[in-house]
């Protein structure tokens, strides 16, 4: 290789769009470009045939950079996030370990919001944007641990399933703006009266449901009542009532038993919810 190819090669790296460092065998710096020179803020002059035992710790990327770190700022150099490429070359003469570095801000910038993003995305997917409640699926995260929690150590599990039976007819009555106020009325009035442990959501439209831990058939049918007696006597009907209506409420509950997952466990109370709904609609029937 003649002295043109060299100066040809060292003209590359020197116009390289990425950072270039060469270390020699006894790991002191030989060579740097100019873009290396703009990431450390000072020049290459004070810096080559320097050892990492002579330069202060802020140099130490220089000789042992991990794949990807983050350069803090300091007065004569901004941020920034870089990606580094080690090569080891094993010449006739000598050994030299050269680092690439490539300025990945924009990318970890763009990871970054990509990120965040994606946590709005996940809380807003686990929110009913109504009342603020879990929804249908965040329930579900919320119950398959306390399902294997039962399963393995035989905790009592119960679920209630609350419906506000004629919530269609009412927004079809009063609008829907009154209907989604009543829905959060008795949404926050459910939510006053739960204890600590116990967890509330919208699954539906008018519906509802109460995850109780430790909590066996008896106490959730119990509490079930308790709950829907404090709703017909609280003022969350208002707007109903200045028209002459009533607000439907039908529960069902279900405790977990072996072989119950978190569907078949919401599903059970379903099942006893429309069991009651068909058996108050008879009743009203008869009257």
């Not at 450390?40 to 002059?45: L, M, T």
């Not at 965040?116 to 929110?127: C, F, H, I, M």
């Not at 008018?206 to 430790?214: A, F, N, S, T, Y």
Request: with cysteine; charged share 25%.
């Amino acid at each position: 290789m003649g002295k043109d190819d060299i100066s040809l090669i060292k003209h590359a790296l020197e116009d390289a769009p990425f950072g270039v460092v060469i270390l020699d065998y006894q790991s002191k710096l030989t060579w740097l470009n100019d873009v290396i020179e703009n990431y450390v803020g000072v020049s290459s002059d004070e810096l080559i045939g320097r050892s990492r035992m002579t330069l202060p710790p802020e140099f130490e990327w220089l000789f042992n950079p991990e794949k990807r770190f983050f350069l803090p700022a300091t007065p004569n150099r901004r941020p920034r996030w870089l990606k580094a490429i080690n090569r080891t070359l094993h010449l006739p003469q000598a050994t030299a370990c050269v680092h690439y570095y490539m300025d990945i801000s924009a990318e970890q910038q763009i990871r970054q919001e990509r990120d965040e993003l994606n946590g709005a995305l996940e809380e807003v997917s686990l929110r009913d944007p109504l009342t603020g409640l879990p929804n249908r699926r965040a329930l579900l995260h919320l119950l398959e641990p306390l399902v294997a929690r039962s399963r393995r150590y035989h905790n009592a599990l119960s679920v209630v399933r609350i419906n506000v039976g004629n919530i269609t007819v009412l927004a079809q009555k009063l609008g829907p703006a009154a209907a989604d106020q009543i829905i959060t009325a008795i949404s926050q009035s459910l939510r006053d009266q739960t204890r600590w442990a116990d967890h509330i959501g919208r699954i539906g439209y008018g519906e509802l449901l109460m995850v109780l831990p430790e909590t066996d058939e008896t106490a959730a049918r119990s509490l079930a009542k308790k709950l829907i007696k404090h709703i017909d006597e609280t003022e969350t009907h208002a707007a109903v009532d200045q028209h002459r209506n009533k607000v439907e409420l039908h529960v069902g509950s279900a405790t977990w038993v072996s072989g119950d997952d978190a569907k078949r466990l919401i599903r059970k109370a379903e099942h006893e919810l429309l069991a009651h709904t068909v058996a108050d609609l008879s009743s009203t029937g008869s009257a």
